[in-house]
């Protein structure tokens, strides 16, 4: 299978002040398409760094990335929000939904910066919100919508681009333990259906529903059931 | 992005801070208004002016005796009679440029009939001078040059003369008394209005100009007339005229190197480059007023722009995430800002159009609202926006989308 994500010997250093810290110390690992990841590890050992140089929000301060083929490195701010636009989808802790915006506006808002019209747009985004059961709730507002749903709503809006790999970082933090298990469930059919997904989790059950578990502990990767 | 879609989200951002968004427009609202009511109230003054100016006639040189001072001119009236009806007689005869020349002489006094009378301003003149002045006879027949030859007693009536003595009565046929000698009323003038001055124009009553010189002003020689009036051929001729009457007049009244002149010219054209500059004046601290209101409008907004940015770093940073650019941002808050701008521009045009017209209403002052200071204005408040939105705009275009979404 081809590697929709090729990381080498990443490092993240942050500075503060004179104070320097490595969150990353040399992270290497690929992942191929159609892959389910979960990214394991105690709070403060480096996940949510890895994910946002993953997402393209970050860059490392060195090492290379490769995302489908593309070296992201030598890319300019730009490229970058095209690169998430196109290729990625993000699923957050806290949803990160537009509030006062028609949950049907939040899921076509990456067609909009992707400059489709509004029929098209409009199209993809139903049927986005048709896959991960929410017809009906298009024109419902974020405050509208129980906290599952609201993810689901996040969901859609990551997958409506038909990017090459989701991101989701701490998706079920916020929600309880049956509302969790809807959500991995959803993670797990989309995933049948070809979507590839890496998703931060500190909790083991979670991590499960995952053919992969990369474990990090101090900026290190120290496991990978690959 | 397109730019509907970018208008579209300003706007809902707009509505969901309905009180908000109206109170930061309440800036440019009063200052857009206050500009379209000055300007309107003012291009009237102006209307008033250059239609009090027309009302003087065109291309029209006067001319009066004494010599300039430094304040303006001295009317004459009372003062050296220095001009006599030859020199009328040779400025027509000798002067390329000139087109009409007619002496006048003015007193005032009372106009009695029946039980009526009336005071006003009695001007003596020539056929020449209604034709120079653009004066036609509503009723009745003009001065002719016999009447003037003749020194022959009748009278021109102006409106407010004819109003005041005769009320709705046709005046022509009837004596009046004039200083107690009695006039046929020959005829009435028409309507003229105000002359720049601010004096009524119809509140005015002519004689031939001997009869005048005979029987109603005192002087030594009854030849003596108070002012010349002058028409130029042509707009263009009328610094000529005026030259050529200068040295026709030096050379009859022979003045000659240091020796002041017993009279002095005046050309319309002056009068109209004073209104000018008054205008030109009114609108330079219309200007300033505008500016000034439009700034501290502009401020507001910014300030408001300045705090929407804070509160929504969090949608910036999801915006951002899922593939906004930078100049996406930029765009958007600058739409906004320039919405906010715009929308108040209209409610201030609307509202200082109705201003204007209210004014204009109630203290039957005419009112201009010219589809230029209109499109002015409203350029003019987009243009606020543009500048006052670009800094806060700027500041959420350069958050970092990381440390964005994670604000909260
Ligand atoms: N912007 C930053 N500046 C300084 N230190 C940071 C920054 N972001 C993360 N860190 C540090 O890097 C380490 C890893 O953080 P993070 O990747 O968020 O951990 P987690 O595994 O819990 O997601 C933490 O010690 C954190 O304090
Ligand atoms: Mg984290």
Redesign the interface.
Same mark, same amino acid.
């Given at each position: 299978m081809s590697e929709v994500i090729a990381l080498t010997d990443i490092r993240r250093v942050f500075t503060m002040g004179d104070q320097q810290f490595e969150a990353l110390k040399g992270v290497s690992y690929s992942i191929s398409a159609g892959e389910f990841v979960a990214i394991m590890g105690a709070s403060g050992s480096g996940k949510s760094t890895c994910m946002?140089i993953l %997402?393209c $929000? &970050?860059r490392p301060t060195s090492g290379q990335y490769l995302l489908d083929g593309l070296d992201v490195g030598a890319m300019n701010?730009?490229q970058l929000? &095209?690169i998430?636009?196109?290729k990625l989808g993000?699923v957050?802790q806290g949803f990160? $939904? $537009?509030a006062?915006?028609p949950a049907v506006e939040n899921v076509e $808002?990456?067609l909009?910066?992707? %400059?489709l019209?509004?029929r098209e747009r409009r199209e993809k985004a139903l049927a986005a919100m048709q896959q991960v059961g929410l017809a009906g709730k298009e024109n419902n507002h974020p405050s509208q919508l129980s906290g599952g749903q609201q993810q689901r709503v996040a969901i859609a809006?990551a997958l409506v681009?038909n990017p090459a790999v989701i991101l989701a970082d701490e998706p079920t933090g916020n929600l309880d333990s049956s509302t969790t298990a809807e959500i991995m469930s959803l993670f797990t059919t989309l995933n049948k259906q070809g979507i590839t997904i890496i998703m931060v989790t500190h909790e083991h059950d979670v991590a499960a529903y995952a053919g992969r578990q990369i474990t990090f502990r101090d900026g290190n990767i120290i496991g990978d059931t690959k | 992005m397109d730019f509907l879609q970018t208008v579209k989200i300003a706007l809902r951002a707009l509505r969901t801070n309905k009180m908000r968004s109206f109170l930061t427009m309440l800036g440019i609202i009063i200052g857009i208004a206050s500009v379209i009511a000055m300007m309107a109230v003012g291009s009237g003054a102006s209307y008033v002016i250059s239609q009090q100016i027309a009302s003087i006639g065109s291309n029209i040189i006067l001319v009066i005796p004494g010599s300039t001072t430094s304040g303006g001119l001295r009317t004459g009236s009372g003062g050296a009679q220095t001009l006599t009806s030859d020199d009328v007689k040779a400025i027509m005869a000798e002067c390329p440029s000139v087109d009409l020349a007619s002496g006048t002489v003015r007193s005032s006094g009372q106009v009695v009939y029946g039980n009526m009378n009336w005071s006003t301003v009695i001007m003596g003149g020539t056929p020449e001078l209604f034709e120079i002045r653009e004066w036609g006879i509503a009723n009745g027949r003009g001065i002719t040059q016999q009447d003037v030859d003749g020194a022959v007693k009748v009278c021109l009536l102006g409106q407010t003369v004819a109003d005041n003595l005769f009320g709705s009565a046709d005046p022509v046929g009837n004596i009046v008394r004039i200083k107690k000698i009695p006039f046929t009323v020959i005829g009435v003038l028409e309507r003229k209005g105000q002359s720049p001055q601010g004096t009524d124009q119809d509140d005015t009553l002519f004689v031939p100009l001997r009869t005048a010189q005979r029987n109603l002003v005192r002087s030594q020689h009854t030849n003596n007339v108070g002012a010349l009036i002058v028409k130029a051929k042509s707009k263009e001729l009328l610094t000529k005229a005026e030259e050529e009457i200068n040295s026709l007049l030096n050379q009859r009244h022979r003045i000659t190197g240091g020796k002041e002149p017993d009279f002095s010219t005046r050309n319309l054209s002056e009068i109209l480059a004073v209104a000018e500059q008054s205008s030109k004046a009114m609108s330079l601290l219309l200007g300033a007023v505008a500016s000034i209101s439009l700034i501290v409008g502009g401020i507001g907004i910014m300030n408001i722009m300045l705090v929407s940015v804070t509160e929504r770093t969090r949608e910036i940073g999801i915006r951002m995430a899922i593939g906004a650019k930078k100049n996406d941002i930029l765009l958007q808050f600058m739409t906004e800002a320039v919405l906010l701008t715009m929308l108040g521009g209209l409610i201030g045009i609307a509202l200082g159009a109705g201003g204007a017209m209210v004014v204009s209403r109630m203290l039957e002052w005419p009112t201009l609202i010219s589809f230029q200071s209109i499109s002015i204005a409203f350029v003019f408040s987009g243009a606020v926006g543009i500048f006052f939105g670009f800094y806060p705009a700027r500041k959420a275009a350069g958050l970092n989308p990381i440390d964005a979404l994670r604000y909260e």
């Open positions: 946002n %997402g $929000l &970050d701010t730009n929000a &095209d998430r636009n196109k993000f957050f990160n $939904l $537009l006062r915006t $808002l990456p909009v910066y992707a %400059g019209h509004s809006r681009n | -």
